[in-house]
């Protein structure tokens, strides 16, 4: 996927995005449908939050559902915060959802009072209520409603029900064959026309991408929406859906961000790009999900919930709530991030804030620990000296220009970084998380999260850097592992270290023959002395994965505990193709064992050294020999502590490719599907009756 330029050309997206920031904080220009403009207020000069049904409570919400939530936004503090928008996404219309006399109706099951009771009770808690409807004309099967043919009716209808939001989707546009551009300009205008004069946010939602969705011209997908949607709406949707419900992927979660950051210069007051809802607990890591928010605040989009607020633990809720993020999502000055340097596994990301400081992002999409590290000069600052606030741990430090942070796997480090003034402040010192090198005697491949066994003596290296002008005296490092995991220093500790100096600590770790399998962790306690601010004190975490026993004999791979394992979408199938139900076929060919997933997706086993052969069949499920001949083309690889042992190339629907790997020396092996370039769609892949020898 293309990402945004780098370098100058991105610090200069910065200051153009910035310029756009001067429009009058009370008006901006739209576009008609006749060509003309017109002020109108705007509506939400920082981008807007709140909640909304759709992955959370999918279509399945009631009155009382959405009191309860309305309630609880304000109980856990979260309207406090600015999430002070209760959405109704699709599912609150009637079976019919218009009624003889023209009129849109809610589901009267669903509904009893209607929908007026429902807002007047959402403003009663200092809220303000959304709702949702289509482009297009109602299909039945295609879309839940629409409101083409009757613009003008719906929008006076949500107007005087007392709505402060509409979310207008496409699918029944889409279905429809009808141009985005135009029918969203005249939904747009409706609503500034409602008989009313009631101000209504307008969330433009065209999801529509392609190969995602299939096969569409540009001008009908939401990659085009940015070339008109600034001037008639409050908010644009940049890609397809984030997710599915209950299902959100951190891939996708980059995914929708990164097709996000392609016209920051178009963001301004009252118009953002909106690249879809955050997920908290809905298939991401807290950690995971600490990454999505990040990434949403800088971009300067909408922060919407999509999960049930009700259930949220409270680490979710801190998250959702932190101030200093918030703080930097509502800057006054709405300038969209853009990426500095070049595109990779890690990154940076900066947004340029009203005060002419910026908000740094250290991006780390891989799937180990990385230290990711900038300059202040790289994102667009001046001088000697840079305060730096951890907008997470709220940790204040002073740097001499490196802009530096030991980032966990999929996730981020976010500062709030401008230049210093007077005494000198707490050195910027990174402590590094610490990095299994060497199992054993094999080193452990760049960029995979380290899997480990019983019995297993490991070498763990943990990098402490001093970024700060004034020295740090006596660093020490200590580390420590599971129950029962021994833990030898090889490192003497250097009395001081200076200002861009760097000091590596080695220790052996241990493991017990009778380590249990699952989840561990290698903690780093870092102390070191400063001038004037005592001892200071950093923990790092290097999650691990404790490996169950090897397969034993002639089996079934797909029969045998995986480490880890992912899927494009849905999850990873057993003995079934995924997302179907439906046994393993291949050209007509069933096959009582094997892994269905769809692109992309890693399938993860520790071997041990103890296989010899992988033999089986790679394809596309004929689950979709029934569906348009988009997609459906993947490549196989399987891949072994690190290096490539087979590579199928491009596999089709037609052509299945029998595999037969040499896996002697093999400690941990992963089944890797891609898309062949061409996106996931119809990408129902097999690793059909998978043998290994072991």
Request: net charge negative; charged share 15%.
């Amino acid at each position: 996927m293309k990402r945004l330029l780098g370098g100058v050309i991105a610090a200069a997206l910065v200051t153009a995005a910035l310029a756009t920031s001067t429009t009058p904080a009370n008006a901006r220009t739209i576009a008609t449908t006749t060509g003309t403009t017109q002020q109108a207020d705007v509506l939400s000069p920082t981008p807007y939050m709140g909640w909304n049904t759709y992955y959370g409570l999918a279509g399945d919400f009631t009155e009382d559902s959405v009191k309860s939530v309305a309630d609880s936004m304000v109980s856990r503090g979260l309207a406090k915060a600015g999430y002070d928008i209760v959405w109704l996404d699709g599912g609150w219309q009637a079976d019919v959802p218009r009624s003889e006399a023209g009129d849109l109706q809610p589901n009267p099951a669903k509904f009893p009072n209607g929908l007026k009771p429902l807002v007047d009770y959402i403003h009663s808690k200092g809220l303000k209520a959304g709702i949702y409807t289509d482009a297009g004309p109602y299909i039945p099967g295609k879309c839940g409603l629409g409101s083409g043919g009757y613009y003008q009716r719906d929008a006076d209808q949500f107007a005087a029900w007392g709505f402060d939001a509409v979310k207008v989707d496409y699918l029944c546009g889409i279905a429809a064959d009808l141009d985005p551009k135009t029918v969203f300009t005249e939904f747009a205008q409706a609503l500034r026309n409602n008989a009313s004069h009631r101000p209504m946010i307008f969330n433009l939602c065209n999801p529509v991408t392609s190969p995602d969705w299939g096969n569409y011209p540009e001008s009908q997908q939401s990659i085009n929406s940015w070339s008109y949607a600034p001037g008639i709406a409050q908010s644009w949707r940049t890609y397809t859906d984030v997710g599915f419900l209950a299902d959100i992927k951190f891939k996708d979660v980059l995914r929708n961000y990164d097709a996000n950051a392609r016209h920051p210069e178009v963001v301004k007051p009252g118009a953002f790009s909106d690249p879809d809802y955050l997920g908290p607990e809905l298939g991401m890591s807290d950690e995971e999900f600490r990454s999505q928010f990040t990434l949403w605040a800088v971009a300067a989009a909408p922060l919407v919930i999509g999960s049930d607020v009700r259930k949220l633990s409270a680490t979710s809720i801190a998250t959702l709530t932190d101030p200093d993020v918030i703080a930097i999502n509502q800057d006054r000055a709405p300038v969209q991030a853009v990426r500095v340097g070049a595109a990779g596994t890690t990154e940076t990301w900066v947004k340029r804030l009203a005060d002419g400081g910026r908000a740094v992002v250290l991006l780390n999409r891989g799937d180990s620990a990385k230290t990711v590290t900038t300059t202040a000069a790289a994102v667009g600052l001046s001088g000697a000296r840079f305060t730096l606030k951890n907008a997470w741990t709220n940790a204040v430090t002073e740097s001499a220009g490196t802009i530096s942070a030991a980032v966990p796997a999929h996730g981020t480090a976010l500062f709030r970084v401008q230049p210093a003034t007077g005494v000198p402040g707490i050195p910027h010192v990174t402590a590094g998380i610490p990095q299994v090198t060497m199992v054993g005697t094999d080193a452990q491949p760049e960029g995979v999260a380290p899997v480990v066994a019983g019995g297993d003596e490991l070498t763990v290296q943990v990098a402490v850097r001093n970024d700060g002008l004034l020295p740090v005296f006596k660093p020490a490092v200590t580390v420590a592992g599971g129950t029962g995991w021994t833990v030898k220093s090889l490192t003497k500790a250097p009395t001081y270290l200076l200002g861009g100096k760097q000091a590596t600590f080695a220790f052996t770790v241990k493991l017990p023959a009778g380590a249990a399998p699952g989840s561990a962790s290698l903690t780093a306690s870092t102390s070191y002395e400063t001038l004037g601010y005592g001892v200071q004190r950093q923990t790092t975490v290097s999650p691990v994965v404790v490996a169950p026993e090897p397969p034993d004999g002639t089996v079934a791979l797909s029969h045998h505990d995986w480490i880890s394992a992912t899927s494009g979408w849905m999850s990873p199938t057993v003995d079934e193709s995924v997302g179907g139900g439906s046994p393993i076929s291949l050209v007509g060919t069933t096959y009582p064992t094997g892994i269905g997933v769809a692109s992309p997706s890693t399938v993860r086993y520790y071997l041990g050294k103890a296989c010899t052969r992988l033999t089986g069949t790679v394809g596309i499920d004929d689950a979709v020999r029934n569906v348009g001949p988009e997609g459906g083309t993947a490549t196989f690889q399987v891949i072994g502590d690190g290096k490539v042992l087979y590579d199928s190339g491009v596999v089709d629907r037609d052509r299945p490719k029998p595999v037969d790997v040499d896996l002697t020396g093999v400690r941990v092996l992963d089944l890797f599907v891609g898309d062949a370039g061409d996106g996931g769609y119809n990408d129902r892949a097999d690793w059909a009756a998978p043998t290994a020898t072991c």
